[in-house]
Every structure is written in C-alpha cells, then in structure tokens.
C-alpha cells in the first residue's frame, strides 16, 4: 500500500482513538504515525513542582515480579546515584527531557520519588468506571503526590482497550486541595494489540514482528510505556491549562504527541531502531535502576517542536 494513504488511514484512527471526559488526558489506543506535531503551547496553568511522592494503589492481582517492574521504573527517574555504573541512556536522561517544559514558567522542576504500596484486591469489583478509579486514586496521600492506580489484566474499566490504555486527571476540590493522579491498566489478555505495541502485533496497521518485552513481560512492559506518557502529562498539564496542543477536550501532550515513536527511524508501523540486548534478544531504548531495561516513548520538545528520542 502506498505510504501516504497508510498514513492517513493511521491518522484517522489516531483521531477517532482520543478520549477525553472527567480525567484530563487519555493515553489513546497506540496507533503508530509519523511525527506531524505543531507547537506545543504552553496556556499558563500550574505545573506540578517540588518534592513529589509517586503512590501505586494496585487493583486486582499482580505477582511480586510485576510490582517490581513498574516500581523500579519509578526509582530510575531520579538521577543515578553517584558511583552507579548505569549505562546511558538511563530512564533519568529520558525524564531530564522534560525540563524543557519548565523553561517558560517559574516553577521549578519536581523530582519524584516511590512512595506508598497499597493492595487492592476488587474492593471494587472487576468492572470499574471512571469515579471508582478516582475513589481508589483518593487512598493515597493527597499532599505532594501523584497517585496512580494500576488495574490487574482480568479487571475491565470504562473505555479501556475500546479508546484508551491509561489517562491523567485531578481530584475535585476538597478542603485538603487537589491531587493529581493516573490510571494504567494491564492490557495483557484483553487488548495487546492495541495497548502493549510494539511488544505484540497490533491489530491495526502493517503486521510488522513484535519486539521482545525487554523484562519478559509484554503487559507490564506495556504498562511502563503508558505510565511513562501518563507521568510527562500530569508533570506539565495537571489541571488542564498547562502544556498541550488541540483543543482542550483531547489534548495532545508531551509524550501522546509523538504516537509510536520510539527510537530514530521510526515509521508508521515501525517503532524505531531500537538496540537489542545480545543476552536476552529484548529490544530497549533506556537502561533503569537495578540492571532493568525499559521501552519509553519519545517527547516533544516544546523548544523545537520535534519528538526527541534517547537512541
């Protein structure tokens, strides 16, 4: 097929993919295209700031395994600590990127740190809406912290797999202010084809081969991904009048500006010229702490308008 109807065909699924209704910003369902980014432009809201507490609430079943996939990806975006012999790029280098955003405010850039562990299992049920993943969001601290729900591959939540992989959002005002928080679900038995690309074949586009989850995980492995973007968003865009492009109801932010793109070369269908680890044979873009490789997606740079991407 031609590349420029291919394009556009991947175009208008992208479009037709973004959600948009209580929460901020929604991960769309991956649709890999080219980079056709405008300016990112800045609408003079709040950026999060300061020392911030990275809350997991995990809804459902994950294995001790899993948890320390997604933990220690959080871990990794504080910078090495000196003596680490972490090969770049790292995880810290990708979340440096972002320091681009805070050039043309006052605030100043937040580092984020692990915090609190609570286990949630269905004391909600296995179907969810949007206010339940608020209420389980609210079991974390509100103060200085973004709270982040994962839900477990066998729990359904509204629009997941049918527009969405994960999404940003704030809580209502109370009287203990507002909190920012992210839910990422584990698409793994429900929509891997859509959510955990490139890690298994899409369901749409060129039926190029999946790379190899470099922690041997195609789910969780997709879920960093989704956290990874969700995380860039909610830093620059907390409230909805931060950092985004289009219109309000379906923004277009840091890292959801630059769909499937993943390393240099990157094509529609094609994530990138990613390294391979010789060992293992999984594909990588960052190395994390405790020897973890992770895939993470590229950023708009709001200086040059161009998705930037570590390899």
């Known amino acids: 097929m031609d590349a420029h109807p291919l394009l556009s065909l991947l175009l208008g699924f ?26 990112m432009r800045y609408h003079n809201g709040a950026l999060l700031t300061g020392s911030l507490s990275v809350n997991f609430i995990w809804y459902g079943k994950f ?37 681009e955003y805070y050039k043309k405010s006052k ?24 206010a339940d993943i608020e209420r389980l969001a609210a079991k974390g601290s509100p103060r200085n912290a973004i709270n ?31 909190f920012a928080y992210i839910w990422v679900g584990n698409s793994a038995t429900q929509c891997p084809g859509q959510c955990a690309w490139p890690f298994h074949q899409p369901i ?14 195609v789910g969780v492995d997709g879920m960093v991904i989704n956290l990874a973007s969700m995380l860039a968003g ?25 769909p499937g793109v993943y390393a240099k070369g990157a094509y529609p269908g094609y994530a990138g010229d990613l390294p391979v680890d010789p060992t293992t044979g ?7 702490a405790r020897g ?13 308008s161009e998705c930037s991407t570590l390899v």
């Open 107 to 130: 605030a100043r850039f937040p580092k984020l740190t692990l915090g609190a562990q609570i286990l949630d299992e269905y004391s909600l049920g296995k179907s969810l809406s949007n």
């Open 234 to 258: 909610t830093v620059t865009n907390p409230f909805g009048n931060g950092y985004f492009q289009g219109p309000k109801e379906a923004p277009l932010e840091a890292a959801s500006a630059c």
């Open 148 to 178: 982040i729900v994962l839900t477990s591959s066998d729990v359904a939540v509204q629009g997941f797999c049918m527009s969405r992989c994960g999404t940003h959002g704030s809580s209502r005002r109370t009287k203990s202010g507002r």
């Open 14 to 39: 992208l479009a037709s993919s973004l959600w948009f209704q209580s929460p901020l910003a929604a991960r769309p369902i991956t649709a890999p295209v080219e980079n056709v980014n405008p300016t």
């Open 204 to 217: 749409y586009g060129p039926q190029t081969p999946p790379f190899v989850a470099p922690n041997g995980d």
């Open 282 to 288: 999984a594909s990588y873009n960052a190395n994390g």
């Open 63 to 99: 294995t001790n395994s899993q948890r320390a996939i997604l933990s220690d990806f959080v871990t990794s975006l504080s910078s090495p600590k000196s003596g680490d012999r972490t090969a770049e790029p790292t995880v810290a280098t990708w979340w440096k990127t972002m320091e």
């Open 292 to 304: 973890r490789k992770y895939v993470l997606p590229a950023l708009l740079n709001p200086s040059t």
